[in-house]
């Protein structure tokens, strides 16, 4: 009975962790503005408090009254993971004032203050639980077990049919029902009873509260929220503002309707370069008014597409402006609608936000250019924007402005810098392109508010555009899919809006990681360079999958999931194969880690560039995660048989060894390695970390010859 219980707590850790840790992530995803730099941030943060409670769970046999300490515990956990989504949306509406954005240390702060109370005691309760059971190894496949049963059932259930929120308290719930269990074990009768009643209340308070009402209040002031919609690529919220209709995908505004001199630079500036524009494809950006200052053109056929289909579904019932006979809509994704597309465009219009995240950076990518260039008619025209000016070039905008320069001029023999007035527009093509857009636009008879001689003048257009040019640096680099320059030029730029400094936050997690590592043994490096080639790899599957498919949103839960099933797979492995010769089989998975460290990211490049399919490639990614999971888990076991007979610090230095590799895998790989080195070279360096690791582990080995 004593062992059940301890299987059932274990089991309800996994399944009330992983559950929250989705849904966290999806919320911060949408909370910061869909940014796959804060799934690195959260993941790791999320790992590091785990690891430090893990380690405090060493002193767990000072404490008193053991069982009954761990089952209040495992109570507070279940309320938890609600008033960490309110936490987070205050802080949003408390620390970032209305209409700016969340910097690096916002949401690293963020990531601490909301997580801090349950990653210690989920950590803790590990622990603990762990050196109850006989066989202490056991504990990780059944956590992971529990894991696995949840992301299962939130991926393929509840992401579907049920609101975010409702979701959270299904789970919160559904883990309960294994704290019941647990209790039921403890010699005091009333115990259980007491349980029931508490898990009762807290479920009943919980069903209570309008949690939709706190977010639409705390990220949407002044708003009006009518339309709210869930998709596999984010949230889609389409608010109004007095007559000003307003469109936010993951928190982020995509645009606004009825702003006319967006509109106009958005559209002549480039429909003017080409002599007769005839077929005209549009990226993004329709919703705002774009549609009707293309129709001005009189184009035969206008091709809209918008990765986001609730996006339009949404829209048609607010928006009228798209009932045209020569506009088609196409919902999906540009890329693979340019692929399988037979048509020639004039003029293709990029009308999508700067490339904030990898699903926006996915469409300013020399692969991109190419693949655009084969649907392109000979004199066709290409525009790009972004949000800087030619008054002042920063340092961090002119790296922006020069990485898109220099990827353009790998594909246009021609590329036209236009100072707009709030944006800087690039201009492709292979035939010659013209400032004097004022005159073109006279000449041509097109009737514009904005975007004409009066209140353009063609000299000073002229001479901003030199400065700007003259400030481009042409070794700037190549934005590519799998080195996203533009990414992390945005990123900087991003950065420069902030006088408050990340710095300390980054000193103060790298100082907690140092100090850990000075109490690790050989065999704990081996934990921490396995865990952090796989928190580096989690988040690098994650951000090729948004790459190659661009809606990370719906596959981040899927590929969590996927991680706890081959932990789970791997550590039974290791208990059950292999009870010879743990120290040979350890220090082989060391190495082969340090092999997968290289052929995965050649698997993850080569699935893209061979055309397969979103099906193949989804694939592909899964079974990388479930080997590397798998090979984790089973390293977890034989690292458990080679450590100390003390099960609780066997287990807390083991745990949160593997924990601590994985946040600064999680961490630097998204936020340094992978902006600036690209996949393969961030592979190199993740195998020359675990053949380190190996190098210490064989150096030691006469400590366990017996082995």
Sequence with gaps: ???????????????????????????????????????????????????????????????????????????????????????????????????????????????????????????????????????????????????????????????????AWLSILLMSGGYLLTVVLFSLSFQNRLAPLVTIV??????FALSRADFRWIEYHTLYPGQKVIEDKETPYGQMIITSNASQLNFYENGL?????????????????????????????????????????????????????????????????????????????????????????????????????????????RFYTTEFLKELKLRLSPDGIVSYSLPTTSDYVSVAGEGLNSILYCTLKESFSKVMIVPGGGKTYFIASDSELSLDIPGMIESKGINTSYVNKYYLDTAQMKERSAYMKANISLKAGINQDFRPLMFFAQMKYWMTFFNRHYKPALIVLLLIVLVAMMNLNPVNIGLFTGGFTVGAFQVLILLSLQIYCGYVFQLTGFIIMLFMLGLALGSLSGAKLFRNGPFRIYLSLQLALAALSVLLPLALILAGRMGLSLWTIQTHAAIITLVLASVTGLEYSLAFRLSERNKALAVSKNYSADLFGSALGAFIVPVLLFPLLGLIYTGCILALLNTSGAAVLFMRRRNFVSL
């Excluded at 109370?117 to 603990?128: A, D, E, R, V």
């Excluded at 508490?198 to 479920?203: A, C, F, R």
């Design 253 to 361: 505004l995509m645009f606004s309707s009825g702003d006319n001199i967006n509109n106009e630079e958005n559209v002549h500036y480039a429909m003017i370069q080409h002599p007769s524009p005839r077929n005209i494809l549009l990226v993004s950006g329709g919703l705002s008014g774009a549609i009707d200052e293309i129709m001005k053109y009189h184009p035969l056929r206008v091709d809209y597409v918008e990765l986001n289909p609730a996006l339009l579904r949404l829209s048609e019932r607010s928006l009228r402006s798209l009932e045209r006979k020569s506009v088609f809509l196409h919902a999906g994704d540009a890329r693979r609608f340019l692929n399988e597309s037979s048509l020639v465009y004039d003029v293709v219009l990029i009308l999508l936000p700067p490339p904030s995240s990898l699903q926006l950076n």
């Design 1 to 163: 009975m004593r062992k059940n219980a301890i299987r059932s707590g274990l089991f309800g850790l996994g399944f009330i962790s992983i559950s929250t840790q989705i849904y966290l992530l999806r919320e911060s995803y949408i909370v910061f503005y869909g940014n796959e730099l804060i799934l690195g941030i959260m993941l790791s943060v999320w790992m590091l408090l785990t690891g430090a409670g893990a380690w405090l769970g060493r002193y767990f046999g000072r404490v008193r009254g053991k069982s009954m300490f761990i089952l209040f515990l495992m109570l507070l956990l279940s309320v938890l993971p609600v008033l960490m989504m309110i936490k987070l949306n205050l802080y949003r509406a408390l620390v970032i004032p209305t209409g700016t954005i969340a910097g690096v240390n916002d949401v690293m702060y963020a990531a601490f203050l909301v997580q801090l109370p349950f990653c210690l005691i989920n950590g803790f309760l590990f622990t603990s639980l762990s050196a109850m059971l006989r066989r202490a190894g056991n504990a990780y496949s059944i956590e992971s077990s529990g894991s696995m049963l949840a992301g299962a059932l939130v991926n393929f259930i509840l992401l579907w049919f049920c609101p």
């Design 198 to 203: 508490i898990s009762g209340l807290i479920l």
